[in-house]
């Protein structure tokens, strides 16, 4: 059987692909900084690439991404499995500074994990999925109320990314919709990278 | 000997220079950073992670490079290292995602689109229809693609990346190809799928 790809527009296609010059200076700079953040990564007081942001002021720029799931820092025998991480809130990170404690250094051999779960997650989670049914029921005081009870007894909470995505879309659903849109800017402000972005977005597009 | 191993005056698939490894000390984690980059970036957008995520996920990955350093033979092209790394980053992200989702009941979290078959084919997007064609390839297929077909990498290469059989990686790319070529075809709108 012949090369699929053999065919000339494909290869014309797959040529302008492997031209791609990547990503601009400033995220190379952005993520440098933070790694100087998250390692004790030699030489992170100097410049970060050709960008000319120093690793300082760039993980300043990482910060603001807030919280975010999923550091990946360990890998366990045979490549299969993954530690993940879910650090707090930029602000409850330790600021940049290389020479102090860091996270993880080469040759560890395994990092701790965060329980997946435990008591106040299940209470946190089962007051969302309660806001959730309520919404999807109809009932938008009902889920308002939940929202509230949430957001009382967990102001911290670990699923406050999910609470203010479900607020966005109840105050949209009551047709509060400047509330709800001044919501969604704070949500995509303090969570630029959630996956619930496109829910949340899609919440305040509605007629 | 393999550590005696020199790749220097290569270039990969695009032209572009091969990493220069050779012998002796490995190179320092900010080297791998500057030279390896680039390269990360866009083997995870290859791969699925979306704009953005791509920095996030670039974080991880150089934060497990850091970890690993000493796993890593000077003596191998640095390249199908990088991607190896990238690709159980990017399928630990696809995986919290699905998490994420379905720790409430989300349902409606879907990525955002990819640009639509018209969209792909306007002038100046092919490197789009691109990438919602590799969207057509499983994860471990298309990181095969992407390392033989745009990185220029070889099969025991990626094998040797990725820990799996090099017929695997044979067999991978043969499906890889095919779908990739059958999917490009159907977003040109001149075959069924």
């Given at each position: 059987m012949g090369n699929p790809l053999e065919d000339q527009e494909l290869q014309e296609l797959l040529a302008v692909e492997r031209a791609?010059?990547?990503?601009d200076d400033g995220a190379r700079a952005r993520v440098w900084g933070r790694l100087a953040g998250t390692l004790a990564v030699?030489?992170?007081?100097?410049?970060?690439?050709?960008?000319?942001?120093t690793p300082m002021a760039a993980a300043k720029v990482g910060g603001g991404l807030a919280v975010k799931v999923g550091l990946v820092v360990g890998l366990a025998a045979g490549g299969g499995a993954w530690v993940a991480l879910r650090p707090g809130p930029a602000s409850e990170r330790p600021s940049v500074a290389p020479s102090v404690a860091p996270a993880i250094a080469p040759g560890t051999a395994s990092a701790p994990s965060v329980p997946p779960s435990d008591a106040s997650l299940a209470a946190e989670r089962r007051l969302l999925i309660e806001a959730m049914q309520a919404l999807r029921g109809g009932r938008l005081e009902a889920a308002e109320a939940a929202l509230g009870r949430h957001a009382a007894r967990?102001?911290?909470?670990?699923l406050g990314e999910e609470r203010a995505a479900l607020g966005v879309q109840v105050l949209a659903a009551r047709g509060r919709v400047d509330e709800a849109r001044a919501a969604a800017d704070a949500f995509l402000a303090r969570y630029p990278g959630s996956v619930l972005r496109a829910t949340v977005e899609a919440a305040v597009q509605k007629p | 000997m393999i550590l005696a191993r020199r790749r220097f005056g290569m270039t990969d698939a695009a032209g572009r220079p091969q990493l220069p490894v050779v012998t002796a000390a490995p190179p320092s984690f900010r080297v791998i950073y500057d030279t390896g980059f680039a390269h990360v970036w866009r083997t995870l957008r290859r791969l699925g992670v979306e704009e953005r995520d791509l920095e996030d996920a670039a974080h991880e990955v150089f934060v497990v490079v850091h970890r690993r350093l000493g796993d890593?033979?000077?003596?191998?092209?640095?390249r199908p290292w990088l991607s190896g790394i990238a690709w159980r980053v990017a399928a630990d992200e696809r995986r919290r995602a699905r998490h994420h989702r379905e720790r409430l009941g989300v349902?409606?979290?879907?990525?955002?689109?990819?640009?639509g078959p018209e969209q792909a084919l306007a002038a100046g997007q092919a490197r789009a229809l691109v990438h919602r064609a590799l969207q057509a390839l499983d994860l471990d297929r298309r990181v095969v693609f992407v390392m033989a077909e745009?990185?220029?990498?070889t099969a025991p290469e990626i094998a040797d990346a990725l820990g799996v059989p090099v017929n695997t990686v044979y067999s991978r790319l043969r499906v890889a190809r095919q779908r990739f070529a059958d999917a490009v075809r159907r977003l040109r709108g001149g075959e069924a799928a």
């Amino acid at each position: 059987m012949g090369n699929p790809l053999e065919d000339q527009e494909l290869q014309e296609l797959l040529a302008v692909e492997r031209a791609d010059a990547g990503p601009d200076d400033g995220a190379r700079a952005r993520v440098w900084g933070r790694l100087a953040g998250t390692l004790a990564v030699p030489g992170a007081g100097g410049q970060a690439g050709p960008g000319g942001a120093t690793p300082m002021a760039a993980a300043k720029v990482g910060g603001g991404l807030a919280v975010k799931v999923g550091l990946v820092v360990g890998l366990a025998a045979g490549g299969g499995a993954w530690v993940a991480l879910r650090p707090g809130p930029a602000s409850e990170r330790p600021s940049v500074a290389p020479s102090v404690a860091p996270a993880i250094a080469p040759g560890t051999a395994s990092a701790p994990s965060v329980p997946p779960s435990d008591a106040s997650l299940a209470a946190e989670r089962r007051l969302l999925i309660e806001a959730m049914q309520a919404l999807r029921g109809g009932r938008l005081e009902a889920a308002e109320a939940a929202l509230g009870r949430h957001a009382a007894r967990f102001p911290a909470g670990r699923l406050g990314e999910e609470r203010a995505a479900l607020g966005v879309q109840v105050l949209a659903a009551r047709g509060r919709v400047d509330e709800a849109r001044a919501a969604a800017d704070a949500f995509l402000a303090r969570y630029p990278g959630s996956v619930l972005r496109a829910t949340v977005e899609a919440a305040v597009q509605k007629p | 000997m393999i550590l005696a191993r020199r790749r220097f005056g290569m270039t990969d698939a695009a032209g572009r220079p091969q990493l220069p490894v050779v012998t002796a000390a490995p190179p320092s984690f900010r080297v791998i950073y500057d030279t390896g980059f680039a390269h990360v970036w866009r083997t995870l957008r290859r791969l699925g992670v979306e704009e953005r995520d791509l920095e996030d996920a670039a974080h991880e990955v150089f934060v497990v490079v850091h970890r690993r350093l000493g796993d890593y033979d000077p003596g191998r092209p640095l390249r199908p290292w990088l991607s190896g790394i990238a690709w159980r980053v990017a399928a630990d992200e696809r995986r919290r995602a699905r998490h994420h989702r379905e720790r409430l009941g989300v349902e409606d979290t879907a990525p955002c689109p990819a640009p639509g078959p018209e969209q792909a084919l306007a002038a100046g997007q092919a490197r789009a229809l691109v990438h919602r064609a590799l969207q057509a390839l499983d994860l471990d297929r298309r990181v095969v693609f992407v390392m033989a077909e745009l990185d220029g990498a070889t099969a025991p290469e990626i094998a040797d990346a990725l820990g799996v059989p090099v017929n695997t990686v044979y067999s991978r790319l043969r499906v890889a190809r095919q779908r990739f070529a059958d999917a490009v075809r159907r977003l040109r709108g001149g075959e069924a799928a």
